[in-house]
Structure formats: structure tokens, C-alpha cells
């Protein structure tokens, strides 16, 4: 829908909080980044060029202003690359962010948060709480905290708002939100407080009112202070909406300028960076509550990742302003291409959470954009002409074959791509079949458009020999022609016996699953755990055996947690730390990968394998022994996730 | 066979705002297009007569400015095209604008009339039935296809999860959805409409038309707080696990379930069959 006709009239119109003017409604919300340089106790959280640089690159972007989620205690720090508000080492590094991100026309805001009984530690050396508790999906306990020590800690919140007002930087925020210190104090299930502080609503209230009314103190009447407010813990036993409303218009009297919508807690974490599985806008509802409740400007959150749903959620009155924290990891040029009306070059966020959580919130990337965090490489206006224009000859049409074209077709040269199935996508094809997958389509649908918008010439159908590569005479050639699932041979297997297919041919013919089917996973990702979801959704009688401690160890744990809940809800048997060790007859031996003692199963008609894949890479090595310019990108190389291909082939396509 | 295809000129709804202070729809500057179902009838009409021959005329009710809508009916390919707007009209609702549409098209040849199953501007869906009430023949709602066989109507209608067959070799009124085809772009032609004014309406009693004929009484018009909204509603007051769960399955309007089924085509063309409801639909 190129040169669309949507009018972004409420999304792209400036608005004001408190006396802080925004350009547009587009809001990065804070994340932890990971970035902050860590070298040892006492000199770690200090705020780093990469950075800088992650928020530079969203208000280069278009964003009306960028969110920065510190810690204002060194003494509890949520990781140790979480940079320190309160740390004056990191002055000048905050003044630069300032003064770069406002060249852009577009607003800086501290969020600052003190982990309390959350942290990414473990195991952590001290976690504090308003009440001795952990966190019921931590297994740490907590120190009930002393009131000298809250003294102090309220000292480090107004000393990091009043460091940061100082260098420039245009408004306060602090997280009452999914993680810290803060919720635990005005959440009933955390805080069983005998003094002040517990007890009563509004004893409950006071420690985050009192940190305010210091850091308002401290800043001024005008200096904006937000809260990011956790409107529902979605814990069994802890508070929901309507509590949260409560706090809202609790803290609107109390003078706070916004309210950034947040939901969720460590124990319902995919409520609070919600993967697929929970629908697009999920927490609109929330924020049209706050809006009806209070005055104050709202921030609408959570899976907003297209400026139409962005323009409608506003125009429904839902929020003032649209925070959008992945989608701006995932493309920082949405605010802009918006503004051009070029939603079709919009590169969706997937909610897949592997590249920004998967390795525990510890050096946030982005399975699409290798750019997010290695800003100073592949950030925008890094993606240069090429010296002199080449004939690029692609050979694959999976994701890292579509990357590796749309790089060298953007930097010039002259790329033809060939696929020998008839659909673009390789294995994403499969994989947005399965249930609530099917936004990883998004990935090959952004790199098509890209192909089509910089010329490449698609041919599909066509499998690619060293005679049509003799005859095209290519300058360099690309080779992505993926892997081929292998079923490992220490199965041992009778002919005759159940069908053995592996999870590819599985996701490609639904006719091929039975009614009792066993999927074996020798690797832990989603080739299993995806395939037992489909399996299962099927209605097939499913039992699943991992050599794993548990199953899908290396799905990302949003989305694991809900795969579990959906496999055990739908009664799939899971059986761990077992390997296959033959299938005969419709039986099949399993041995415990420890202790080696064997067990036999029965009665299934199907097994699906999910094993190790492996490099299909016959051609590139004939190609290379001939002579030619080639080089290996994706699968080819070696089989990985989508994230480690699309790496690998946005560097291939800068090295032509 | 002579196809006679009921059209409206509306504001594009899209494009329309509601005062906040006077809570009317704001009509200034808002684009006027035919109103989509309508243009949905017309195609079908025009398709029809590709396949099986006859005319296609096209009628509309409105002041001057609804010619246009007449004339894009005309370039896509519409025979004859008439535009009933007379002083008298004015503030007609959908019972006057009923009778009115009625005794001018039963004045006319017709084996078939289309209306679209509402227009997006009132949404009412009243005016195909009432001029099929006045005609005093069959109509069928929610039409999503119409073919002729023979002498027959084969008319197809959604209901819900299901597809209705019908047959029959009456004249009908249908009322046809705005997914029933998709229209086509109009070249523009010679042809135009012609205006007819409430003297040309043979026997049309002045007292059912126009405000004197219009019971109906808009009171005010509002932003509704129960219209679908983008977002999930979910009930506060469940266990944390439930709101969890109606968030994931779409909220509390969440749509049934839709079963998996699978097989290979022929099994599940027969688990399909053996649907207890689906047998009674099916021939
Ligand atoms: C890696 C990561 C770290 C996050 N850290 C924070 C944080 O420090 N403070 C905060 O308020 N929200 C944090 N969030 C939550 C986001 O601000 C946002 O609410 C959430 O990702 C859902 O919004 P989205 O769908 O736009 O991404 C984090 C999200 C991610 C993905």
C-alpha cells in the first residue's frame, strides 16, 4: 500500500506535558539495554557510548522523546550493566545524550527505578522489600527494609533527578511499574507492614508519595515527573485494575504530570513484555481506564508496533501519547517512515523477544535489526553506496539469501535472486504455521519489499546449477541454500515399522501426523516445541521426549512458559533428560540420558525428529573449487535462528 | 431480465467526525462516495448481465449532487440510471425513502432488484426490505451471491458460520454484502442520469414522502461506549490466571473457538458432512 492515504493527524501532532513540548506522539519506551560498561564492583552501571548512541539512533528516528531506564542504587542494581542515575561518573555521558538527542528535536526522560526484590542477578547479593518476601517466581528471599535505609534510598532518587535536570535532560519518571522496589510498597500482597508504611491505602502510598514530593522538591514546579504505573500485577493474590486506577488518580492529586501504562510483574512476565501469543494492544483497555480516571496525559503500551494502530488507539481516546518500546528496537525509523507515508518499509516487531530477552534482557538486540545496539556499524546512514556497482547472483530465497540481496541491492549493485521452490521465505514459511507464529512472517513480508523496492530480479522455480551460473556470469555470488534436517543415526529404526519424519516434513504435511504421535527434540529450540504445539492444537495424542533438562531450554522464557502451559493444558506427556535409542514396531526405547536406563514406549503412529539440520552446502563448495567469488551465508554456513542468519547476511552484503 | 439496482450517495465514514460539542457528525469537507454495498449491487448486477444478458438500471434518491454517484454506476457500465430528488423529499427517512423507491421501480420493468444490505452512513438495512414489503415480493438479506439457472434465481446467502443455498423463480429483492464482489473501475461513457421529479412518479401520494411521511425522530447522535472497539475487554474482577487467559483468547468478546480439523481432502470433506448442522444446509 505504497502512498497510502491514512492521515496520521492525531499520531504525528505535537503535544505538551507539563511545559515539555513533543513533536509527535511516538514515545521509545525504557528498557533495560545491557550497555552500561561493567568492570567490577563499585565501577559498574557506567552509562557508555553504545548508549548513547541506541537512543541517539531513536530520535535520529523520528521519536518525540526516548525513555532511559537507570537504577539509582549501586548498592542494588537490577544487573550490573544497568547504568547508575545517581552515579556522577556518568555525568557528562548523560549531558552529551542530551544535548545529541535534542539536536533531533526529540526529548530525553530518566527512568529511574531501584530493583528491590527483583533482579537479573543470580544469585543476587542482597534483595530488599517492604515486607520479608520473595517474589513468588524468585527464589530468593528478600531483606524487610529499614527506614534509615528507605531514607537513603529516596536520597539516591532525588540525587539522579536533580544530576540529570542538571545536565539537560527534560523530565523524571519513576517505575511503580512490573519490577522494584516501588509497586512492592503500594501492592497489599507485598507490603504487610506494621508501621507507616503498611496497612492503609494510603500508608501504603506514602514511601512513593514522599519520593516524589523530594524529588518535586528538588526539581522544581515545572520539571515533568511521570510514573510508569503497573495497572495490573496479574499475579494470583496481588492487585488489579481497578487498585490500579486507585494509585492513579492517587498520584494525579499528588501532582505527577503523566502516566505510562505498564502491567505485569517477574511472576507474569509475559505480561509485561508480552510475546506473540498475547494480541496486538493487549493493554489498550488499561490505558482507556486511565484516561477516563485522571487528567493527566496517558502513555498507551504494550504490542503497538504500526502507526495505523497507533492513529486508531488515539482516536478511540485510548491514550495521548503511543509508547512503543520493541518496535523501535526493531525499526527506529518507524516515526519517520510514518511521517513520509511509507508504511509498507515499516519493519514490524514480532513480539519473538529473542534478540531483546532471550539472553535475559543482558545486551538487548533484535533478531531484524542487527542494528539495534550496534548502532555505530549498522545505525542509519551507515549503509553505504558500494565503490563500484557489481552483478550479484543470490542463490537461495530463505530469509538470509532475501538479507544478504537486500543489503547489496540497496548499496547498488545489481542483484538477481533464485529460489527453486515457488515462495520466498525458507523456513519461515513453516515456521508461521505454527500456533501463534505466525508474525515471524512478518520477516521475510518486510525483506520481500525490500527486493521489490530496490530492484532485485526474483526468479522462483528455478534451482540454480554451475551452467546458470557460467551463463549469467555473475561478479559475486551468494550462497544461502540453507540445511537439510537429518535424523541422527544413532536411532536405531526397522523399516517396516511406525513413520519416523522429521518436524520439517512434519510442519509441510499436516497429512503426515497421526493420531499418537512422539516427537523426540535433540535440540531445545522450536523445531520441537513449535511442531508439539502444532501437533498438539491438531488434537493428536502427543508425548514428547527432550534430552534436555526440560523442554524448549533454548526458547526464549516468555514464550517457553506459555508453550508449556498450552502443551500441559492440551494433556501432551513431556518427558525429560531422554534420548531415543530405537523404534520398532510402533514401539520405541527411550534412556535416560544420566542414569542410561532404558524404558519402552508404545502405540504411536508417528515420530517426529527434531534433530540437528545440516549444511547444505554441495554447491558453494563446487563453486568455490571452480573458482568463483562466493561466499556462504545463513544455513549454508551453519544452521542457527533467524537472528544469527540475518547477521550473517547484512554483513555478506556489506563486504561486496 | 431486467436488473433494477438501488444506490446511495454517503459521506466517506472514514472520514467522518463527530462535534464533541454538538455531538453531530461533522459533514464539511467529508468526501461523498456511493455507498460501498451499493457498489457491491452494482457489480453483481453488471456481472450478472455479462452472463445471462438483459439491463441494468440504476436508481438513487437525494438532492442534485447525487448524480455523481449515478453517473459512476453509468461508467462502469449500468444501462439507465434515475435520479428521484424533488423539494418535496426532503427529510425523507427510510420508510418515506422506501415507498418513494418502491412506486417509481414498480412502475418500471423488473425481474430482480438489488439494494445493499445497508449503508455505512445510518446502517439502518431498512430500505430493500420495506420496498420489497411494498412491492409485495420475496426478499432475501445477507446475500453474498446470485446466479441464474434457467428460470432460476440461485441466490446464496451467510449466515453466520454457514453458507444458505436458495432457489427460486420469482422476481425478489435482494439485499446484497459489501464483500459480495468487488467493484469495478468505471470508464467514463455518454450515457447520463435523468432527474425525475415528484410529478413522474406515477400515483405518489405527497403524504408518505419527504419530513409529512417521516415518522422517524433523531434525537442525538452520539460516540457509542459499546461500539467494537480495537482493543480487548476483559473482566477485572477474575482470578489474575483468567484475565490472563481472556487476554490471550481476544478478550471478552472473544470469537468461539475454531476447531482444528485436518486430513487428507476427502476425510475432511467428510468429517465436514457429518456436522449435524451442516446436513441440514447442504442438499
Ligand atoms: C529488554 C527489555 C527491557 C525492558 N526494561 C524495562 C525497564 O527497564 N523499565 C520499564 O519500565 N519497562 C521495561 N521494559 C518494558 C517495555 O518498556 C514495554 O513496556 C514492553 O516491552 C511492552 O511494550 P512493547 O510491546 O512496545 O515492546 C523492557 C522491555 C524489554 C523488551
Redesign the interface.
Known amino acids: 500500500m505504497e502512498g497510502t492515504n491514512q492521515k496520521f493527524t492525531k499520531l504525528l501532532s505535537p503535544f505538551k506535558i507539563g511545559k515539555m513540548e513533543l513533536k509527535n506522539r511516538f514515545i521509545f519506551l525504557p528498557h533495560l539495554t545491557g550497555y552500561a560498561i561493567d568492570e567490577g564492583w563499585m565501577d559498574c552501571g557506567l552509562f557508555s557510548e553504545r548508549n548513547i548512541q541506541h537512543y541517539v539512533e531513536r530520535a535520529k528516528g523520528g521519536a518525540a522523546a526516548v525513555t532511559v531506564s537507570q537504577n539509582v542504587d549501586p548498592h542494588s542494581m537490577m544487573s550490573d550493566e544497568y547504568p547508575v542515575g545517581s552515579d556522577p561518573r556518568n555525568r557528562e555521558n548523560f549531558r552529551r545524550l542530551a544535548e545529541e538527542v535534542h539536536k533531533y528535536g526529540c526529548r530525553c526522560i530518566t527512568q529511574l527505578n531501584h530493583g528491590g526484590h527483583n533482579t537479573l542477578k543470580n544469585p543476587p547479593q542482597i534483595l530488599v522489600a517492604p515486607s520479608q518476601m520473595p517474589e513468588p517466581s524468585c527464589h530468593f528471599n528478600t531483606k524487610e527494609l529499614e527506614k534509615e535505609e528507605m531514607e537513603q534510598i529516596k536520597d539516591y532518587y532525588v540525587k539522579a533527578a536533580v544530576l540529570q535536570q542538571g545536565v539537560g535532560w527534560d523530565a523524571v519518571e519513576l517505575k511503580i511499574a512490573h519490577d522494584g522496589l516501588l509497586r512492592t510498597f503500594i501492592s497489599p500482597l507485598f507490603n504487610k507492614r506494621e508501621d507507616e508504611y503498611g496497612g492503609s491505602f494510603e500508608n501504603m502510598m506514602r514511601y512513593p508519595l514522599e519520593i516524589i514530593e523530594a524529588i518535586r522538591k528538588a526539581v522544581g514546579p515545572d520539571y515533568p515527573i511521570g510514573i510508569r504505573l503497573c495497572v495490573d500485577e496479574f499475579i494470583e493474590g496481588g492487585y488489579s485494575m481497578e487498585y490500579g486506577l486507585k494509585v492513579a488518580r492517587r498520584l494525579e492529586e499528588a501532582g505527577v504530570d503523566y502516566l505510562s501504562t505498564d502491567a505485569g510483574s517477574f511472576s507474569s512476565f509475559y505480561m509485561e513484555i508480552p510475546p506473540a501469543v498475547v494480541p496486538l494492544g493487549f493493554a489498550l483497555y488499561m490505558s482507556a481506564e486511565l484516561k477516563k480516571t485522571v487528567d493527566i496525559p496517558v502513555i498507551a503500551f504494550g504490542r503497538i508496533n504500526d502507526p495505523v494502530q497507533a492513529e486508531m488507539l488515539l482516536s478511540e481516546n485510548c491514550a495521548d501519547l503511543v509508547g512503543m518500546c520493541r518496535q523501535l528496537i526493531c525499526d527506529p525509523e518507524t516515526p519517520n517512515k510514518t511521517m513520509r507515508g511509507e508504511l509498507d518499509d515499516i519493519r514490524h516487531c514480532i513480539a519473538c523477544n529473542e534478540g531483546c530477552l532471550g539472553n535475559d534482557g543482558i545486551d538487548v538486540e533484535c533478531v531484524q535489526n542487527p542494528g539495534a545496539g550496534r548502532e555505530k556499524y549498522f545505525g542509519i546512514g551507515t549503509l553505504t553506496p558500494a565503490e563500484a556497482g557489481k552483478k550479484v547472483l543470490v542463490i537461495g530465497g530463505g530469509i538470509s539469501g532475501m538479507k544478504a540481496a537486500e543489503i547489496a541491492a540497496k548499496r547498488g549493485h545489481s542483484v538477481s535472486l533464485y529460489e527453486q521452490s515457488d515462495k520466498l521465505g525458507g523456513q519461515v514459511l513453516l515456521i508461521e504455521k505454527m500456533p501463534y507464529r505466525a508474525e515471524v512472517g512478518e520477516v521475510y513480508r518486510y525483506l520481500k519489499y525490500q527486493l521489490k523496492r530496490h530492484g532485485v530480479d526474483i526468479h522462483l522455480n528455478t534451482r540454480v546449477d554451475r551452467q546458470l551460473v557460467e551463463q549469467e556470469a555473475p561478479d559475486v555470488i551468494i550462497a544461502a541454500t540453507g540445511s537439510v534436517p537429518v535424523i541422527p543415526d544413532y536411532i536405531k529404526m526397522d523399516e517396516a515399522g511406525i513413520r519416523v519424519i522429521d518436524c520439517r516434513q512434519a510442519m509441510r504435511h499436516l497429512e503426515l501426523i497421526g493420531q499418537k504421535v512422539l516427537i523426540f527434540d535433540d535440540i531445545g529450540y522450536y523445531q520441537a516445541g513449535g511442531t508439539a504445539d502444532y501437533v498438539t492444537a491438531l488434537g493428536a495424542d502427543t508425548t514428547i521426549v527432550t534430552t534436555s533438562n526440560f523442554l524448549g531450554c533454548d526458547i526464549e522464557g516468555t514464550n517457553n512458559t506459555l508453550l508449556l502451559k498450552r502443551l500441559y493444558e492440551r494433556g501432551a506427556e513431556i518427558i525429560a533428560s531422554h534420548t531415543i535409542s530405537e523404534i520398532k514396531g510402533d514401539k520405541v526405547t527411550i534412556r535416560n540420558v544420566y542414569s542410561q536406563a532404558e524404558r519402552v514406549l508404545g502405540g504411536y503412529d508417528t515420530v517426529i525428529i527434531a534433530a540437528q539440520s545440516s549444511s547444505d552446502n554441495q554447491l558453494y563448495k563446487e563453486l568455490k573449487a571452480a573458482g568463483k567469488d562466493i561466499r556462504a551465508v545463513g544455513d549454508c554456513v551453519a544452521p542457527r535462528a533467524i537472528e544469527q542468519v540475518i547477521f550473517d547476511a547484512e554483513l555478506a552484503g556489506r563486504g561486496i | 431480465m431486467n436488473i433494477v439496482v438501488c444506490i446511495k450517495q454517503v459521506p466517506d465514514t472514514n472520514e467522518v467526525q463527530i462535534n464533541k460539542e454538538t455531538n453531530n457528525l461533522v459533514r464539511e469537507g467529508v468526501p461523498s462516495i456511493m455507498n460501498p454495498f451499493d457498489e457491491a449491487g452494482v457489480e453483481l448486477s453488471l456481472r450478472l448481465k455479462e452472463n445471462y444478458g438483459g439491463k441494468v438500471t440504476v436508481v438513487s434518491m437525494g438532492p442534485g449532487q447525487a448524480e455523481e454517484v449515478l453517473q459512476q454506476a453509468l461508467d462502469m457500465g449500468a444501462d439507465e440510471a434515475y435520479l428521484l430528488s424533488d423539494r418535496t423529499f426532503a427529510g425523507s427517512d427510510t420508510l418515506a425513502t422506501g415507498y418513494l423507491l418502491s412506486q417509481f421501480i414498480g412502475g418500471l420493468e423488473y425481474d430482480l432488484i438489488v439494494c445493499g444490505a445497508e449503508a455505512i452512513d445510518g446502517s439502518t438495512g431498512q430500505v430493500g426490505p420495506i420496498i420489497a414489503e411494498n412491492l409485495n415480493i420475496a426478499q432475501f438479506t445477507y446475500v453474498n451471491g446470485i446466479a441464474r439457472e434457467g428460470k432460476k434465481w440461485k441466490i446464496t446467502r451467510s449466515v453466520g458460520k454457514y453458507m444458505e443455498q436458495h432457489e427460486t423463480e420469482q422476481k425478489i429483492l435482494v439485499c446484497v454484502m459489501r464483500q459480495s464482489a468487488v467493484p469495478r473501475e468505471g470508464k467514463s461513457c455518454g450515457r447520463t442520469p435523468e432527474k425525475v421529479g415528484a410529478g413522474a412518479v406515477e400515483g405518489l401520494n405527497p403524504d408518505r414522502v419527504g419530513s409529512a411521511g417521516s415518522p422517524t425522530r433523531v434525537v442525538k447522535i452520539q460516540m457509542s461506549d459499546s461500539r467494537q ?6 473482566d ?2 477474575l ?3 483468567e ?2 487467559q481472556m ?2 483468547n ?2 471478552i468478546e472473544q470469537k468461539a473457538q475454531v476447531e ?1 480439523m ?3 481432502a476427502e476425510s475432511l470433506a467428510q468429517k465436514i458432512l457429518s456436522i449435524p448442522e451442516m446436513s441440514k444446509v447442504l442438499p
Open positions: 472497539k480495537s482493543y480487548v475487554v476483559i477485572d474482577t482470578p489474575a490466571r484475565r490472563i487476554i490471550i481476544g478478550g482444528f485436518r486430513g487428507s
